[in-house]
């Protein structure tokens, strides 16, 4: 591994996604990615008994679908890399328990599927694991309840609020696979003071911008060198921040610039105000839609850039800020 | 690196251990190993306005420690992995925050020190990193009220029930050091249903052994190759099921253990129960203790096993057991 610039990662052995899997619930099946998850649930407690163990359902399915999509079984598997938003991370721990898979718990909030990923490239790429994982999730109704207002208040959603996806993804990294991941960065947290927690994306998109800048400074590279430049979950409202802060600063990040939160819903019709969000949501959208274009060819060179808002009911009651953090994954298609 | 047997890793370049750093509160201060802190508070609210924002500065002060003690600069570290019990971790987002440090969030309860020290110790090994750090903590009065009873209520504790320690520790690994990390494994949760929040020494001892027992395999060593086999916090009740769980499976580990949260109080006079815990516990019983026993030549050959038990009030109140894991890192003094 070689370090470039201040914080970027450089692979020596370019991991590969060696196989993936998302699944998702009924809203985000209706929505413009729906075909491309691997499946789907209509009932979304998925036959369990409370919104929580749904959750931890949805990440044993997402790793349970990059399995067969890497043809290997849980043993093959040296370390799993998961988190989640709830409370001590237990959709990952009981989802993940059946799988007997060395787990290293992983916190990141909605950056999480960006961190996981860029940790089982490290232990791929040194020679720490032969097959890695990582894995996140997040339901829309656990969520809920843990961080606003019990489901039934029926509360009014600001204009500026987002809408957690139910949905998981899992990729594994090996040595095969035709997406391979060629550059790493882990962020900063970012604290601008912004304290509404029903506008996520302002709080994240001064993260994203840092993590955005210092890749392109460390790597020597333009927006137009990628095909794509993938942030989530920023919304409308973090995306057009994100936007604003880097043209101030010399770089044009519009015309390869899209939001996971942005393309998991359609905004005309799903009512999700300023787009999706939670772990799940970048989670599905790069496990399900981003590396099936890439392993189509079309697309062939992105940065994906997950956000996550750092913080608690606990830390918001307290008058305490929100402090954002991005993580950045470069991967390329080896077509 | 090289992986040895099932699940343990080898490192190349043994990294070290080049500065440390322990911070704890009142009660830590007047156990036996109170005079081997950098700092005790006597007033346990740091002067904060909350237990929480007390636990983040208790973070904040190892780390300031831990910088001294390695000569460096915020700036120098390359990485921070950091967790703690707090939901979504809010000790570490706040405590770190000034330090503008690469932050990867952990989730490992009360075994986070173990995998934030194995974390950055592969860092520094494949060269991800120059020098990165580990740290985490917990304080008695935010952890009782957010997964017990306000300390208002004055409940009564089970015999079985530990202490959680207000602390934290902190290590920086790089390229110098006099005490090396040679082996590490990460381990795999476990559940054998336990479902007693008020014994999580029996909870987290299935873990224990599981680990130690494969990593002695995979290394083909016994127990007394080394100078002392240190869990933590297993308590008096998981310390004994620890013990006779290995002696069923033909190995003794009585010779050399101990328990961090034995270590930690007096259990004659200090009134814990069955014993320490809290990430805080093992990770300043680690980072005050015994690195500074092995840097005098005191201790020179250890395993560092920290346990942690993966649960929430939520999967609690919904009838799930709770799953231990039992993280390993193997420390040799070069003395």
Redesign the interface.
Known sequence: ???IGK?T?EFDNAPGITGHGAVAGRKEAAGPLGSDFDQTFDDTTLST??W??AEAQLQKEAVSAALRSAGCKPQDI??IFA?D??????S???G??PY??????????CSTMA?TLL?AS??V??????LAAAVTSSHFCSAER?FRTPLEYGAQRTPTAQWTATASGCAIVGRQGKVRVMHG?????M?LGVKDPANMGAAMAPAAADSIYQYLQDTGTRPTDYDGIFTGDLGSVGSKLLLDTLLDNGVNLAPVHNDCGLMLFDQESQDVHAGGSGCGCSASVLCGHLLRKMEKGELNNILFCATGA??????QQ?G?AI?G?CHIVHLKSTL
Chains 1, 2 share one sequence.
């Open positions: 591994m070689k370090r914080q990662l008994k409370s929580e163990k040296d370390m988190g938003l709830l409370n001590q991370c237990i990952s721990t009981f993940l328990l007997q898979i060395p787990l290293l718990g992983q916190y990141g909030a961190q940790m490290i232990m790429d040194c020679g720490a694991a032969r843990q960065l882990a962020g900063k947290a604290d750092l913080m608690s009911t606990t830390s307290q305490q402090p953090i």
